[in-house]
């Protein structure tokens, strides 16, 4: 059975300070590894998509990339607009669905 | 902005109850994926229909069904409805071939039986 973990459940940073997030994924054949950013009260918001290890992906402030184990978010120099959920989700060769982690919460402060 | 839309934003009602959750997809999508997030389960995958047809089911209980309709819009109906069952319901959409892959979330639908 699919399974991703993230960490850590939560983290707080002072605006600037960079850091990463994990998100571990066991699956049976990796079709794509996804992240997403949630608000509060909002629907996750789509991030990046990596098939590969080895593949990196950036946008602005973010950076996704991709192990045969694991997956990491760093954040380099946030600010406190980056405050959010951000979800990690795999999904596996055998169906459409995507399996999400439980997220990690990111609270940054000025 | 996705372009997916859910109606309504809030829902509440009482245990016992049956409710109807609306979602339209991203214009020139075919497939809509249902959604559960509760604050001790995560986002839980439900359902997803792709052009009308069911293609995979996730934990969907049986008192919960879909459909997808000719113009692709999809309901989700919960009936029977327990307190446990309070939950944000979120739609996805996605797109056919390579545009499939990545699925876009709705703003969602804040449930709360009482």
């Known amino acids: 059975e699919d399974q991703v973990t993230q960490s850590p459940e939560a983290l707080r940073l002072q605006e600037g300070e960079s850091s990463s997030l994990n998100c571990s994924y066991t699956?049976?054949?990796?079709?794509?590894l996804f992240w997403y950013r949630q608000d509060p009260g909002k629907g996750p918001e789509f991030l990046f998509t990596?098939?590969?290890a080895g593949e990196e992906k950036e946008k602005e402030r973010l950076k996704a990339t991709l192990t045969k184990k694991e997956s990491f978010l760093h954040i380099t120099a946030p600010k406190p607009e980056d405050s959010a959920t951000y979800l990690c989700?795999?999904?596996?060769?055998?169906?459409?669905?995507?399996?999400f982690g439980k997220g990690t919460s990111l609270l940054v402060t000025p | 902005d996705s372009g997916v839309t859910q109606t309504p934003k809030h829902l509440i009602t009482a245990t016992g109850q049956r409710v109807t959750l609306r979602c339209s997809p991203r214009s020139g999508d075919l497939s809509v994926y249902w959604y559960q997030q509760s604050l001790d389960q995560g986002l839980q995958f439900l359902i997803q229909?792709?052009?009308?047809?069911?293609?995979a089911k996730g934990n969907i209980l049986e008192r919960f069904s879909a459909q997808q309709f000719p113009d692709l819009h999809s309901e989700l109906n919960l009936s029977s409805l327990e307190l446990g069952d309070s939950a944000l319901y979120f739609c996805?959409?996605?797109?056919?071939?390579?545009?499939?892959?990545?699925?876009?979330f709705g703003p969602g639908t804040r449930l709360l039986v009482l």
């Open positions: 699956v049976s054949g990796l079709r794509g």
């Open positions: 989700a795999v999904r596996s060769n055998s169906g459409y669905a995507l399996n």
């Open positions: 990596l098939y590969s």
């Open positions: 229909y792709y052009n009308g047809e069911e293609r």
């Open positions: 996805a959409s996605s797109g056919t071939g390579l545009a499939s892959e990545t699925q876009y």
